[in-house]
């Protein structure tokens, strides 16, 4: 095996034991960052016209966007139906900028996912804190 294809390998097994030891929020926040990077890569594609790059990206942006839905628990908390109706216009745009070559409809999915991606992030931040400031309680005794 040459340096490059281990180097390769090892940095395949991190990203795997890194997803497979993550939170949940950290999981989602992943989701959403790929997702964008995904959206972005195939908006890029599509204005060189690039279109087997732009489909790859786009297929792999409705993947998640696809477990980002199941994953989803409508009853859980209020937001949650007016999110996976997000979810479900934003893969009919995906979709169809896919079909029809359409990056205006790529740049909407970003326009529309990018706030949402931030907004985990912030919320992902604050569990984050919340939590070391609970151990440190509970390690000193406070509380």
């Known amino acids: 095996m040459t340096s490059t294809a281990l180097r390769a390998s090892q940095l395949s097994r991190y990203n795997d034991d890194a997803v497979l030891s993550a939170p949940p929020a950290r999981l989602l926040t992943m989701l959403y960052d790929r997702l964008l990077l995904d959206l972005n890569r195939a908006q890029f594609a599509q204005e060189n016209a690039n279109w087997s790059v732009a489909s790859e990206n786009l297929l792999h942006a409705q993947a998640i966007v696809t477990e980002l839905s199941s994953t989803l628990k409508t009853d859980a908390w209020d937001g949650a139906s007016g999110l996976l109706g997000i979810y479900q216009y934003s893969m009919e745009a995906m979709i169809g900028a896919n079909i029809y070559r359409d990056v205006n409809r790529t740049k909407e999915c970003i326009a529309l ?8 992030h912030e919320a992902a931040s604050q569990l984050s804190v919340q939590g070391t400031v609970a151990r440190a309680n509970g390690t000193l005794g406070v509380g």
């Open 113 to 120: 996912l990018e706030p949402l991606r931030q907004g985990w």
